[in-house]
């Protein structure tokens, strides 16, 4: 039983075994990180909230869209996701200041890419 237990394990971490945390909890996060960075008032906070969970909402389906047609195109999705992108943050000068702009682009935005564990070089 326990063999059993630890090959389902094993069958799950090689399969990648990762869960995409779910928009609430994207924008939670998003959330915790502009008010340790900038205190916004309520209402600005609340514009930011909205912005994000629009972005995560439109990236998850054009995400399961191309997962779906069977044939993913990494190029396409990486441009769109660059418009996506563009799109956010056109969002967000409206919102933010100068300088916070620039702390989300060269702080907080970075922090919030997945990170790829530390493989040996050459693998």
Do not use: C
């Amino acid at each position: 039983m326990a063999i059993a237990a630890f090959i389902g394990i094993s069958a799950a971490s090689a399969q990648g075994g990762f869960q995409r945390k779910t928009v609430e909890e994207r924008v939670a996060t998003i959330h915790q990180k502009f008010d340790s960075a900038f205190k916004l008032e309520a209402a600005k906070m609340t514009q930011v909230e909205t912005i994000f969970t629009d972005y995560y909402k439109t990236a998850d389906k054009a995400r399961e869209d191309m997962m779906a047609s069977g044939n993913p195109d990494r190029d396409a999705m990486r441009a769109k996701m660059q418009e996506r992108s563009a799109d956010r943050d056109t969002k967000l000068k409206a919102v933010l200041t100068e300088d916070q702009m620039k702390t989300w682009k060269d702080t907080i935005e970075p922090s919030m890419r997945p990170q790829r564990g530390n493989r040996p070089q050459g693998q």
